[in-house]
Structures are given as C-alpha cells and as structure tokens.
C-alpha cells in the first residue's frame, strides 16, 4: 500500500508557495479553508496559520467576510514594486562588480551568448537565464540584509511574471542588456553595472505598464525583467 504523505504547517507553505510561484495557482485563485483542510489533512488552525505567512510574504490576499485569494497586482503595486527594484538591483550589480566574481561572471555571461546566437533556445530558458543573473547579483554583492530584501521583491516579481505572457522578442532585448550588465561586472566597472542595471529596470517597468495596463486591464504580451 502507498504511503500517504503527513503533511504539517511547514510542507502546506512550502507547497502553497511554490504553487503560487510557478503560476499553479493564478493570481486571484481563491483558496478556501476548507478544500485546504481536505487537500492537506491538517485543521483548520495550522491552514489559518499558513494563510497568515502567505499574506505576510505578500503572495496572498486575506479578505473580511471574503476569505484568502492568490495576490493579482494593481497597477500601484507594480510602480511600487520597480521603485524598490530600481532602488536595489543597480546597487547589487555596482556592489557585484566591487566583488568581482570572476569565474561565476563569465560562466553565466558565456551561456548568455550562446543562448543569443542559438534560435533553438526558446522563451523558458531565456526566462531562466535572466532570473538566474538577478538572483546571482544578489548573491554577489555581499550584502546579507540587501539579499533578504530581494528574496521579498523577488516573490513579488513571480506574481506579476504570473500575469504576463513572455515573448522571445521582449527576451531576446532583456537578454542582450543582461550581457552588457555582465560585461561591466567581469571588467569591474562598478558605474557601469550600476547604470546598465538601471537602464534595463527602467526599460522594462514601462513596457510592462504599458502591456498590462493600457487596455482595460488585460494582461497583454509582456515579460517581467529577469
């Protein structure tokens, strides 16, 4: 006989979050108490409890007499969160580059350029080659409390990723800054790194706006930056 799996509050959040992440659960999915009480066998209070560090990591919506939704973003709340991106991931990549990554820079730079001369190489893996240099400046810069932050806006930066259809077209231009980001990092030209990361937040958060907000609030064809 099959094993079945005893979940507790710790294995519900993690798997509500990586649902949540991957696009599994849509944003605006409502989540009722009950359906997670009979998917995960647990009480009522561990769900409550779980639903309460889902609305704290800003993945779920918890609403009076409404109950719990998967977090949609507003068009507020996507200005605000490019104005902390804008505000942090230039400094990651300037503080990068002061910590010269060396091998770990020209890897990832190195499967950026095969990825641009390659047309095999579909949206995912460009998708995942962008997301891999943003949480790699993190990482790099050295700066713990700099990192924790960006875990936060990084949640947030899925949901919206959730809203859009990525196109190879907006992929391929993130892709070509990315390598230029890289560049300054590998020649440790902090200015640099820092202006490039900049340029390619600010590029992309009025594409963004303009896709998924332009017309009657319909997500259009957009992608996230990575």
């Known amino acids: 006989m099959k094993a079945i799996k005893q979940h507790d509050k710790d294995s519900v959040f993690q798997a509500l979050t990586a649902q949540i992440v991957a696009g599994e659960l849509a944003p605006g999915t409502p989540l009722p108490e009950r359906s997670l009480v009979d998917r995960f066998g647990i009480s009522r209070t561990p769900i409550r409890q779980v639903l309460w560090m889902l609305e704290r990591d800003g993945l779920v919506d918890v609403l009076p007499n409404r109950g719990a939704f998967v977090k949609k973003l507003g068009a507020d709340e996507v200005i605000e969160l490019f104005q902390l991106r804008e505000a942090l991931e230039p400094l990651a990549a300037m503080l990068a580059a002061a910590h ?75 892709l070509k800054e990315h390598i230029a980001i890289l560049t300054a990092i590998e020649e440790r030209d902090e200015s640099a790194a820092f202006t490039k990361m900049a340029d390619h937040l600010r590029r992309a958060r009025l594409a963004i706006i303009d896709d998924l907000f332009s017309v009657g609030n319909t997500p259009l064809v957009a992608a996230a930056p990575r």
Do not use: F
């Open 100 to 174: 010269r990554p060396g091998h770990e820079a020209a890897a990832l730079r190195e499967l950026m350029l095969q990825a641009e001369t390659d047309e095999r190489c579909d949206v995912k893996e460009l998708v995942e080659l962008g997301a891999n240099l943003h949480d790699a400046l993190a990482r790099w810069s050295g700066n713990k409390m700099l990192q924790r932050i960006y875990e936060t806006l990084r949640m947030q930066t899925h949901l919206l990723r959730n809203l859009l259809h990525e196109s190879e077209g907006s992929e391929r231009s993130s």
